[in-house]
């Protein structure tokens, strides 16, 4: 049964940083992109970090600079880096990856406060 499993949410103060873990049960990992979104109440799902299988990453510009995602396809892992963390980054975080098929986490809660 493929599986992801995220860690590393929690609660940080404004400015503060936090690494999130996502744990893949993928076969054929490194040939999948992967990707962090995030969802806050009342609001869509929105994309924060993609990397493609060829270790290409692209950001939205509300965390370009801030947040970095990395993968180490030996351990079937990906990470969020993120850094200077503000309010509106408060969300739940979810572990995403693609190829032939789509799968996602349960999701992390990360709670900024101020």
């Known amino acids: 049964q493929v599986q992801l499993v995220e860690s590393g949410g929690g609660l940080v103060q404004s400015g503060g940083s936090l690494r999130l873990s996502c744990s893949a049960s993928?076969?054929?990992?490194?040939?999948?992109?992967v990707a962090w979104y995030r969802q806050a109440p009342g609001k869509q799902r929105e994309l924060v970090s993609r990397m493609t299988s060829s270790g290409w990453a692209n950001y939205p510009d509300s965390v370009k600079g801030r947040f970095t995602i990395s993968r180490d396809n030996n351990s079937k892992m990906v990470f969020l880096q993120m850094n200077n963390l503000k309010t509106e980054d408060t969300a739940v975080y979810y572990c995403?990856?693609?190829?032939?098929?789509?799968?996602w986490g349960q999701g992390t809660q990360v709670t900024v406060s101020s």
């Open positions: 995403n990856a693609e190829y032939t098929s789509t799968y």
């Open positions: 993928i076969t054929s990992f490194d040939l999948h992109t």
